[in-house]
Each structure stands twice: as C-alpha cells, then as structure tokens.
Nanobody
C-alpha cells in the first residue's frame, strides 16, 4: 500500500518560512520523481517544484529563488523549503510521486497572512 504523508503546513506571516515534508512508504522511493503541487481556492492544481530520481530540480517561475525542493532517499522523504512567503502562496500543498504510476498525498494547508 502506497502512502505519501505530508506535514509542516500552517499559518505564517508574509516574509516567513516553512518547511514541508512528505514521507513515502510502499514504493522504491529512489526510483520515483517527486513533486510538490499546490491548489488555491478556486484555482487549478499547479506544479510548484519537482525533483527527478537523479536529483534534477525544476521550479515554477513564481517560486524560483524562494523555494527549494530536496530529497533524502535514505529517509524516503522529500522536502520543500519555502522562504519569503507571500499571501499568494496560500494553498493546499500536495506531494506527488511518479514512476510507473502516480501517487498523491492528502495535502497540507499553508496560509500566509498577517
């Protein structure tokens, strides 16, 4: 049974930081490309950042220079370090694992507000 469990969301002031974690089980983690997506109210889910099994990263233009994706294959975990947060970063953030199939976590809420 594949599980992706996100954590680390919460309420933060503009300019603040959060680190999201996604712990995977039931897959050979090192084989999978990992990604973080987000969905704001009334909007479509969008890719925030991704990391291939080789460690190549990709970012949405809106988060470049502020967010960093990383993975620890020994811990079966992918992270999203989010700095200089803005109100428009408010969304539910989802973890995705993709190889022979695509799996999603349940999401973690991030609210950026003063």
């Amino acid at each position: 049974q594949v599980q992706l469990v996100e954590s680390g969301g919460g309420l933060v002031q503009p300019g603040g930081s959060l680190r999201l974690s996604c712990a995977a089980s039931g897959i050979i983690f090192s084989f999978y490309a990992m990604g973080w997506y987000r969905q704001a109210p009334g909007k479509q889910r969008e890719l925030v950042a991704s990391c291939t099994s080789y460690g190549t990263t990709n970012y949405a233009d809106s988060v470049k220079g502020r967010f960093t994706i990383s993975r620890d294959n020994a811990k079966n975990t992918v992270y999203l370090q989010m700095n200089s947060l803005k109100p428009e970063d408010t969304a539910v953030y989802y973890c995705n694992a993709k190889y022979d199939a695509s799996y999603w976590g349940q999401g973690t809420q991030v609210i950026v507000s003063s």
